[in-house]
């Protein structure tokens, strides 16, 4: 058997789904993961909850319109979507616009392993896009705009014979010390984010916790 979710999948016993509605009546919480135990013939799906870190996880009953409407497969999700998500093993696709922030949570949501996939033909390649998206940033206009402007900042120095050759010569060293000032204070301000995010997911996981135990309580309570 069965059931729809609202990406328009079917979801069946085994199948890993992620609810995306607070219910504290049902017990679930927004892009909580679950692994299907069993879907009845009436659409009612039995599920056991996934990343806890309890020794009996719960067992949930979601009626098949809250799985018609708020809950769907969870096989693969954005880096934004599992931030406050732990599992056992995480992988991560880097694509063209992964960022730095999408790498770090990727590679931070497997408690046993965390992979990292890249599509390149050799491992120097593989290597380049790593650091490509490690150095990027919405706000950042890269590396390409800041040459561009050290370029148009020495254009007035050419002069001729020999003085041409060591006003070149010194405007090549000039950017080559600007840049690498810039790829340091590129990776101090990358540590600074990573840590930054890293504070942000604890907070996340703590309040998705607090969440979980009060409707669990509240549960109980019924």
Not at 154 to 171: H, Q, Y
């Amino acid at each position: 058997m069965t059931e729809t979710g609202s990406d328009g999948l079917p979801i069946g016993a085994g199948d890993l789904i992620q609810t995306r509605k607070n219910d504290t009546a049902l017990g679930v919480a927004n892009r909580q993961q679950w692994i299907v135990q069993q879907v009845t013939d009436d659409g009612t799906l039995y599920a056991r909850e996934v990343g806890s870190s309890r020794k009996n996880p719960r067992t949930i009953t979601l009626p098949f319109d809250y799985v018609a409407e708020h809950a769907h497969l969870s096989y693969a999700a954005t880096a934004y979507g599992v931030q406050g998500a732990t599992v056992t093993t995480s992988h991560t696709v880097l694509t063209d616009a992964t960022s730095a922030a999408g790498v770090y949570v990727g590679m931070t949501r497997g408690r046993r392993t965390n992979r990292l996939h890249v599509v390149a033909e050799d491992m120097a390649e593989a290597r380049a896009q790593f650091i490509e998206a490690i150095e990027r940033d919405p706000a950042d206009r890269g590396l390409e705009h800041a040459d561009q402007q050290a370029v148009e900042a020495v254009r007035g120095l050419v002069a001729d014979g020999p003085v041409k050759l060591v006003t070149e010569e010194l405007a090549r060293l000039d950017q080559e010390a600007t840049r690498a000032g810039r790829a340091a204070e590129r990776w101090e301000r990358i540590a600074a984010r990573l840590d930054t995010q890293r504070a942000a997911h604890r907070t996340e996981d703590e309040q998705c916790t607090a969440a979980i135990h009060a409707a669990e309580d509240a549960a109980e309570r019924r």
